[in-house]
């Protein structure tokens, strides 16, 4: 691996760690945008939700774009919005997808557009890179999009950077996916147990070598059904390690903790994919999704956190 190698694997590592801070910390997400636009190499970036406005429950982090950008948004430059409206249009607000600009709209129509006459070009905003972390169609989540910008006179965004664009969009998707179900349970800044006991999901803390650290009460309830999912005790630390009677789930649930816990492999999937797991009692079967946390965070530090 040659140096250039060596910094950009660093610097993808390091971004990695700060995304993940924001599972359980909001208020780092503004920091977090502003270091994915730098090794993104864009002066613009926001992730916010398109279809909710802050004052409704929805959020909004934007790094380079001015103020009257956004105190118009909402009543002028939205209904204009012709990336937007060819993204819907395209089928292309799909969780998970990544793409251009110029595969929604044309450099030589979107120069002559009244989008970018009024509301682009005052801001220097002419290529676009865009992905969607959530669509919203599972009725957990809203529809959130994370875009990148470059002005006129910039390099437009190109097969790489859409592919180094994908490589992070899964770790937003799971950092984000905490986030949004800690938030709903009217978490604040501060994680805490009682916390986390008060959410109706159930929620599993997890070590390092994969036992359950932290069990809150609607997990616990679950798992005292022995329904499809149970604990298994294992070793002397710990409530012991998730178990379920059926092999292909077993290794499923392996393969999703192992991602969580070493979060650089590529292999790591969107929030949204989660482990089905069958319930012999015949009801509906559990969904197990899973994410990474900070190597320090609220509930531990270094080797011990969860």
């Not at 790489?160 to 664009?165: A, C, G, I, P, R």
């Not at 319930?279 to 270094?302: K, T």
Request: hydrophobic letters at 40%.
């Amino acid at each position: 691996m040659d140096a250039a190698q060596y910094t950009e694997m660093r610097g993808f590592s390091a971004l990695i760690e700060r995304i993940y801070h924001g599972a359980t910390d909001p208020g780092v997400w503004p920091g977090i945008i502003q270091d994915i636009a730098a090794w993104m190499g864009a002066p613009k970036i926001i992730l916010f939700t398109p279809q909710e406005v802050p004052a409704a429950g929805g959020f909004m982090f934007p790094h380079g774009l001015t103020q009257r950008f956004f105190e118009l948004w909402p009543t002028h430059h939205k209904p204009m919005d012709l990336w937007a409206q060819r993204a819907y249009e395209r089928g292309f607000v799909v969780q998970g997808k990544v793409g251009v600009g110029e595969e929604l709209v044309p450099a030589a129509e979107l120069a002559e557009s009244r989008w970018y006459r009024e509301v682009l070009a005052t801001e220097d905003i002419f290529h676009l890179l865009t992905s969607i972390v959530f669509d919203g169609s599972d009725g957990q989540n809203p529809c959130v999009v994370c875009s990148l910008y470059r002005g006129a006179h910039a390099e437009a965004f190109d097969d790489e950077d859409k592919q180094k664009l994908s490589l992070i969009l899964p770790h937003i998707s799971r950092a984000l996916g905490v986030m949004l179900k800690l938030r709903n349970a009217e978490f604040k800044q501060a994680a805490s147990y009682a916390a986390l006991d008060r959410i109706g999901s159930g929620v599993l803390l997890v070590g390092g070598d994969r036992s359950i650290l932290f069990a809150n009460r609607a997990a616990k309830n679950i798992l005292a059904e022995d329904d499809g999912l149970s604990l298994r005790k294992h070793g002397a630390s710990g409530l012991g390690r998730l178990f379920s009677e059926d092999r292909e789930t077993r290794v499923a649930i392996d393969t999703a903790l192992s991602n969580a816990i070493e979060p650089m492999a590529q292999a790591v999937s969107h929030f949204a994919q989660s482990v089905r797991v069958r319930r012999p009692s015949g009801q509906l079967p559990y969904a197990l999704q899973f994410s990474s946390l900070a190597s320090n965070n609220e509930f531990g530090q270094g080797k011990d956190a969860p």
